[in-house]
């Protein structure tokens, strides 16, 4: 089984690659401090076994992503790294503009105005790249 | 300003009836009955004012409104409403599962759990329509 | 010590009373079927302890109340004794319809729709009475 | 139409002032920086659609928002401008209070907590001011 | 790979049968009769790679379940699922009753209340078993 | 009846100190800097009326503690102190990662991403202890 296993971490790591080309060092390095297994059980659900599915393109789960983060508003810090993501896959300002006012609909103007802040800062991010 | 406002209300039952063509009706009664200007605050902001907007078509935006009620998980009765209007905006049941899969990644899997009864409810209406 | 949690049950059933003459037998015995001390702890801590503080009005408490079930969405069953509550101590119809609206603002419109519902049923329950 | 929508950013702003004085310049900047409709868009569905309506006085549309906000901790940077908005419509100190103690029963001790945390921000603000 | 993914399939149901016997049957239909890869996607990351972990014994990951859906509140029916499962795994009804108490003081009274319904259906479903 | 009322913040301070020794003095100046009946309102019913209940060990008691704020992520302070308290009662490093794989499942990936962090923040905190 561990061959599996090795190709579900590996799988996971290049998903989060083509996120942000300089997440995989830095997200490993967290997660292997934390427990040997952690990365390749939570990433390996996440990005091996969901998000690298095909069905939708990266680019419309990114907007997905970004969209449940802001209305969720549970996870400041990974709603700004879904936002960069979503602009390495294609999604434009003008995009994320629109999802910012649509999660004002579905989950208030509060959660809205998060999003929005969290938008400019990776604009912001993007700049300074 | 009467003008503008009766074209709010207008373009929000526009756009109400492109996703689903037997709602107007029934969505208008329900709200007129609560308060005169219900409906028009209400849905003329999420309908007129956001959704009918331009920059992401109308089928990504159903898609990002059931990724975040299921996500959120508050509004039962809206997420079967938005998985039916999903669906007559062109989304294919392959792509609501991976919505659904992709929820259980960012609410968990009880989320995910209630998206996919959710989503079998939507399928069995639209079969039964 | 007994006789201040006598007091502190007493105190939360004439409440309760006040919120709605029927309920303190039906929530008693809900209670009591559960576990000897449940009453005590959970209503003692929120309507003898809380609820029934000076400082602010039991009406504005009870919108207050109301504000909060329906933001947060969770406990429908809830928010509809209390918007019954709210009309008991003195809230108007006008007034829940103003509230209704404004947690459109802070929590998104399917919030607003299901405390919409939950106010539908509390008028008919009033005018059933 | 462009009449009626002037009015609808300019009675968001009147509204914005009425609750704290600094803020529409700065809150305009934020927003029209994002995109040229945001702030129309969200705090004229917020401030001139629904705030500024009659029904419910500011100060207890004031006591409302504060309460919302702390049931729900999605938004703790809005809900320290919502106490120093609820301070100057005439929420007294006493009020909140009774708010934060009222969100523990309605949303749990930590939520009333963080919402002790961010009075207590308040109250320095408005001495310092 | 496929003889690894059958053993996840295998243990997320051998698992699930140790949480309630009647379950694995009509659980896998729901999930199959929705995607055929859900059940291994969503029930093998829940229970074949975190819930059958070591470290913690089933009976507290149980107890832990319970609290995490009776505060979130978002999941009525798997919450009373984890109860009866709960009880299938050893905790008792003193402890069920505790956890309640204890979901009161970190998600609030109604999330409570909402609790020990789903308690005292649980309680009912397996005197009636 | 001030007789018991002293006992119910005397109690709430010996629980609290059984969780983290340097706590009692730090938290009562908080909560009395807000309002003299704060600590005992809201830590008298947390600690004393719930928490010091038996029926479920304290270390069992902070673990569920742990699960539900890292699944409602609404409270990362609060969560910090907790997970010290954990390790204070007992719970070992090797449990903490296991809720922490655990609260992925039922509140998704981000909060178990962000308990991770409390988690990591709280080992570093007793290893400079």
Same mark, same amino acid.
């Given at each position: ?34 427990? &040997?297994?952690? $990365? =390749?059980?939570? !990433?390996?659900? @996440?990005?091996?076994?969901? #998000?690298? /599915? *095909?069905? +939708? ?18 996870? &400041?810090?990974? $709603? =700004?790294?879904? !936002?960069?993501? @979503?602009?390495?896959?294609? #999604?434009? /300002? *003008?995009? +994320? ?33």
């Amino acid at each position: 089984m561990s061959g599996a296993r090795t190709n579900r971490r590996q799988e996971a790591m290049a998903l989060l690659e083509r996120l942000e080309p300089e997440a995989p060092g830095r997200v490993a390095d967290n997660l292997d401090d934390f427990h &040997p297994q952690a $990365l =390749e059980t939570l !990433l390996g659900f @996440a990005f091996a076994d969901v #998000v690298s /599915r *095909e069905g +939708i393109d990266l680019k419309t789960r990114e907007m997905l992503t970004v969209a449940m983060l802001g209305a969720m508003g549970n996870a &400041p810090g990974q $709603l =700004e790294f879904h !936002l960069r993501a @979503a602009m390495n896959t294609g #999604v434009t /300002r *003008e995009e +994320i503009v629109e999802i910012v006012l649509q999660i004002a609909v579905y989950a208030g103007i509060p959660a809205a105005m998060n999003a929005m802040s969290a938008a400019k800062a990776a604009f912001r991010a993007r700049e300074g790249a």
